[in-house]
């Protein structure tokens, strides 16, 4: 795990924060997660030195993409790349001096999650207890990947109602840690059952609930 310096929590909560460019274009989850990852690797003077293939591999991303997000942030003003980009492009982010981050609230969700049609309360609490002890989140965590979500990953509604769905399943050994969660709606997740499902978080998750909830494993 690379060292997170003071300033690059700074620089990734004001990333956390920065929804839309100073023209007032919405950034995709892609531009979100790349400026949430160089963010998070600055050094004292708000330069990322991080090679580009690194962020490639962190996210999760093939190199095309990253690099067609990166020219977009360097359009809106929201990287500035102080060295000739390539392989070793110094990246500098524009965090304004008197930025503050804004304290973080959370609403906890229902007590009780929803139970799953032909699966009774008892064997469903049995499994839960089993997928805890291989692995655990905190409400910050999954408050972190819900805000940055932004709704179902499935069918992209913000519904009102989300559940946490286990990627590998509990019922075939999923643990209950925030690597194997991801927000689906009610509907979504009635629609996938007990199937394992495609990881459909958006890139940068990991670096936002690593934000707000802390180092992941
Ligand atoms: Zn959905």
Redesign the pocket.
């Known amino acids: 795990m690379v060292e997170v310096t003071a300033t690059g929590q700074r620089a990734a909560q004001w990333a956390w924060e920065v929804n839309v460019s100073p023209g007032g274009v919405a950034l995709t989850p892609t531009d979100k997660g790349v400026l949430l990852a160089l963010c998070w690797h600055v050094d004292d003077d708000l330069c990322c030195r991080l090679p580009l293939h690194t962020v490639v591999t962190r996210l999760g991303l093939s190199m095309k993409p990253v690099r067609v997000a990166l020219k977009r942030l360097r359009e809106y003003g929201l990287v500035e790349a102080v060295a000739a980009p390539g392989k070793v492009g110094v990246y500098k982010m524009p965090v304004p001096a008197d930025f503050t981050p804004k304290p973080w609230s959370y609403a906890p969700p229902p007590p009780r999650e929803a139970g799953r049609p032909g699966v009774s309360h008892r064997r469903r609490h049995d499994r839960l207890a089993i997928a805890r002890s291989l692995g655990q989140h905190t409400a910050e965590q999954w408050g972190a990947l819900v805000g940055f979500c932004g709704?179902?990953?499935?069918?992209?509604?913000k519904?009102a109602q989300l559940t946490k769905d286990h990627i590998e399943p509990i019922s075939k050994g999923g643990h209950d840690g925030i690597t194997n969660i991801q927000p689906?709606?009610?509907?979504?997740?009635s629609?996938k059952g007990a199937r394992p499902w495609r990881d459909m978080r958006p890139e940068g998750w990991r670096e936002a609930v690593q934000l707000v909830g802390g180092q992941i494993e």
């Open positions: 709704g179902c990953v499935a069918c992209r509604k519904s689906l709606c009610l509907p979504c997740n629609a």
